[in-house]
């Protein structure tokens, strides 16, 4: 069964979300702080967590950014604010997904799954994949550069893996969408982001790309 970590610090809605999920058929542990959470889920990881933003203390961007350095776990922001800024301001510190309260428990279920799904797929059919100096790996989950292991999140990993598989062609934000996240329907800004911090982990230059390339108009492609 599921494991699921709620870091709100809100009484009434970290309870509901809990008993909701529950229903679903997970496990759920809830916490009211980023630290209490940080330290739930060192102590006895989760397979999922949902963050809040608006937290006491440590704040959930702060939350999203330490849970990072040390867990690949998916992450889902969960939050009231629906803000350009702070949709893309949680993604960039390394969230999953990002959901605007308030939230129907059935679309959450169905994300939680999605999540799931990508994190234990498997890519066994497919062969190491090179783009010169970058190595794909992706039975083994590997990514290289230059010889040097480059540490990529689950989603990260899936979508420069998705983009390997079509060396050259162009695949829309919506494509990418269905594909790496599973959505039919979902915000682009969801992929825009993740392409923005994955070339800064496999581009010498991230500000002028050579390898994920932008076509204006149309979405994104891996070029070798």
């Keep these: ?6 870091i709100e610090d809100d009484d009434r809605i970290r309870l509901s979300l809990v008993l909701a999920l529950e229903d679903e058929g997970y496990t ?6 980023a630290e209490e959470g940080l330290e739930a889920q060192r102590a006895e990881p989760s397979d999922t967590v949902l963050v809040d ?14 849970m990072r350095r040390h867990d690949d776990v998916p992450i889902v922001v969960v939050s009231a604010r629906d803000d350009t800024h702070d949709i893309v301001a949680a993604l960039e510190a390394g969230a999953d997904d990002y959901l605007v309260k308030p939230v129907a428990v059935k679309e959450l279920s169905a994300r939680l799954r999605a999540l799931r ?19 794909i790996v992706p039975e083994a989950g590997e990514v290289r550069l230059q010889g040097a292991p480059v540490a990529l999140t689950r989603t990260e990993f899936r979508l420069l893996c998705e983009l390997a598989e079509h060396p050259g062609l162009v695949l829309s934000r919506q494509q990418l969408l269905q594909r790496v996240w599973e959505y039919e329907i979902g915000d682009e800004r969801l992929v825009d982001v993740h392409v923005g911090r994955l070339r800064q982990k496999i581009e010498p230059d991230p500000r002028t790309p ?4 932008t076509v204006r108009g149309m979405g994104y492609k891996l070029q070798r």
């Design 210 to 213: 050579q390898r994920l390339i």
């Design 28 to 33: 759920v542990r809830g916490a009211a702080s």
């Design 1 to 6: 069964m599921a494991g699921v970590l709620v």
């Design 53 to 66: 933003l608006m937290l006491p203390g440590m704040d959930g961007f702060e939350c999203v950014r330490e």
């Design 117 to 135: 799904r990508r994190a234990r797929a498997a890519a066994a059919t497919m062969s190491k994949l090179v783009f010169g100096d970058l190595e």
